[in-house]
């Protein structure tokens, strides 16, 4: 049999039989079974019984297709088994993206129809305790390997459900890794290695996929391993390898709109727990206010991203989300405070290969009543020193 039509005949075989499986399983359940049993061994009975005429090793894939499409994501198994895959995209049950190398590309799976994705995302968020549904169409999650997870359903996801999968795997590039991809040049590693080894406190920026985590974490590798590290994160992303690191991760308020717990109120709370080091994942809200006074007030050498299109513009948007605290501070007040507490911006950038490199290296400085950057650093230059003022 041509192996192409050997596998559609296992793909047709596999859903009926996981049909079967869950009439028998709801059946077992209306008897009163409260222990029917695993349901691995459900599905090696049932494909022993209704496929005993297959080889032994077609059995073992139809018992792999079947648990992979009740229990796991589906078709999208093989796409999380690649290590290659940065990110999984579904717009909708018959269309899947993956990013490779920072190139999205079409994958050749997709789910036979929307309800086989909703069962999908149902078995993702159901452990993690999240739900989505017309009054909370919605959700972000985090899997047990750190990728985090983003779903919007109908009504505001027009298409079909939509499923965004951002990978991390269980380890991060260090600083000479990232020498040997590009990101770095040896010149600015070690400025960088320089800067926060002298506790200056270092803002990276970027736009979305620009590698700002990687770099973050790569970084926290110069942190001095006798202090203690406070992690700050909405997923918990970072990988450090110092041996005194406390990890904290925000959570969004559940479906009675109760429970939330901010990065604002995980910072306020870290400046309690004797940090020698506040590491945050992303500032996007109105913990900006707090982290600056945090940097004003004994707690330098802090690192942490933002979003933005240059050192220029990072500025600005963290003068924003602090004012975003609505505190009633002026906006002099605020600036003074970034002028004095945040001494270096790393922009980091994807080119048009997919590539991501740190572009522009910059020095928070005063400018006339407002605060700007100097840079030191910018793609094809040559890197001054960064270190010290």
């Given at each position: 049999?041509?192996?192409?039509?050997?596998?559609?005949?296992?793909?047709?075989?596999?859903?009926?039989?996981?049909?079967?499986?869950?009439?028998?399983?709801?059946?077992?359940?209306?008897?009163?079974?409260?222990?029917?049993?695993?349901?691995?061994?459900?599905?090696?009975?049932?494909?022993?019984?209704?496929?005993?005429?297959?080889?032994?090793?077609?059995?073992?894939?139809?018992?792999?297709?079947?648990?992979?499409?009740?229990?796991?994501?589906?078709?999208?198994?093989?796409?999380?088994?690649?290590?290659?895959?940065?990110?999984?995209?579904?717009?909708?049950?018959?269309?899947?993206?993956?990013?490779?190398?920072?190139?999205?590309?079409?994958?050749?799976?997709?789910?036979?129809?929307?309800?086989?994705?909703?069962?999908?995302?149902?078995?993702?968020?159901?452990?993690?305790?999240?739900?989505?549904?017309?009054?909370?169409?919605?959700?972000?999650?985090?899997?047990?390997?750190?990728?985090?997870?983003?779903?919007?359903?109908?009504?505001?996801?027009?298409?079909?459900?939509?499923?965004?999968?951002?990978?991390?795997?269980?380890?991060?590039?260090?600083?000479?890794?990232?020498?040997?991809?590009?990101?770095?040049?040896?010149?600015?590693?070690?400025?960088?290695?320089?800067?926060?080894?002298?506790?200056?406190?270092?803002?990276?920026?970027?736009?979305?996929?620009?590698?700002?985590?990687?770099?973050?974490?790569?970084?926290?590798?110069?942190?001095?391993?006798?202090?203690?590290?406070?992690?700050?994160?909405?997923?918990?992303?970072?990988?450090?390898?110092?041996?005194?690191?406390?990890?904290?991760?925000?959570?969004?308020?559940?479906?009675?709109?109760?429970?939330?717990?901010?990065?604002?109120?995980?910072?306020?709370?870290?400046?309690r727990m004797r940090p020698d080091r506040i590491?945050?994942?992303?500032?996007?809200?109105?913990?900006?206010?707090?982290?600056?006074?945090?940097?004003?007030?004994?707690?330098?050498?802090?690192?942490?991203?933002?979003?933005?299109?240059?050192?220029?513009?990072?500025?600005?948007?963290?003068?924003?989300?602090?004012?975003?605290?609505?505190?009633?501070?002026?906006?002099?007040?605020?600036?003074?405070?970034?002028?004095?507490?945040?001494?270096?911006?790393?922009?980091?950038?994807?080119?048009?290969?997919?590539?991501?490199?740190?572009?522009?290296?910059?020095?928070?400085?005063?400018?006339?009543?407002?605060?700007?950057?100097?840079?030191?650093?910018?793609?094809?230059?040559?890197?001054?020193?960064?270190?010290?003022?």
């Open positions: 049999m041509d192996e192409e039509v050997r596998s559609r005949h296992l793909d047709r075989l596999a859903a009926e039989l996981r049909l079967r499986l869950v009439e028998r399983r709801r059946a077992q359940a209306a008897a009163g079974d409260r222990a029917p049993g695993s349901i691995a061994d459900a599905v090696r009975e049932l494909v022993d019984g209704d496929a005993a005429v297959l080889g032994e090793r077609e059995r073992e894939r139809l018992v792999e297709l079947i648990l992979r499409e009740t229990v796991g994501l589906g078709p999208l198994e093989e796409l999380m088994a690649d290590p290659e895959v940065e990110e999984v995209m579904v717009n909708g049950h018959g269309s899947v993206y993956v990013e490779r190398g920072g190139r999205i590309e079409p994958a050749p799976v997709g789910y036979s129809s929307e309800q086989d994705l909703r069962d999908a995302i149902e078995r993702i968020l159901a452990p993690l305790g999240r739900r989505v549904d017309e009054l909370s169409p919605m959700a972000d999650a985090r899997l047990e390997d750190g990728s985090r997870v983003n779903v919007v359903i109908p009504p505001l996801a027009v298409d079909g459900p939509v499923l965004s999968i951002r990978r991390f795997g269980s380890s991060r590039p260090g600083p000479a890794e990232l020498v040997t991809l590009g990101t770095l040049t040896e010149g600015l590693r070690a400025e960088l290695e320089a800067a926060v080894a002298a506790r200056r406190s270092i803002l990276i920026s970027g736009g979305t996929g620009s590698g700002k985590t990687t770099l973050l974490n790569a970084l926290s590798a110069f942190l001095d391993p006798a202090e203690r590290v406070i992690t700050i994160e909405d997923a918990a992303e970072l990988r450090l390898q110092q041996p005194h690191v406390v990890r904290l991760e925000s959570r969004p308020a559940n479906v009675e709109g109760r429970g939330e717990v901010t990065i604002r109120d995980l910072l306020r709370n870290a400046l590491v945050i994942g992303e500032v996007r809200g109105a913990e900006a206010l707090d982290l600056l006074t945090a940097l004003n007030t004994g707690h330098e050498g802090a690192l942490s991203t933002v979003h933005a299109n240059s050192p220029t513009d990072a500025l600005r948007r963290l003068e924003t989300l602090a004012l975003m605290a609505d505190v009633g501070l002026p906006h002099e007040a605020v600036r003074e405070q970034l002028a004095r507490g945040l001494d270096l911006v790393a922009h980091l950038a994807r080119l048009s290969d997919g590539s991501r490199r740190v572009v522009e290296l910059a020095e928070v400085v005063p400018s006339a009543g407002s605060v700007g950057v100097r840079e030191l650093y910018r793609r094809g230059s040559e890197v001054e020193t960064a270190a010290g003022r």
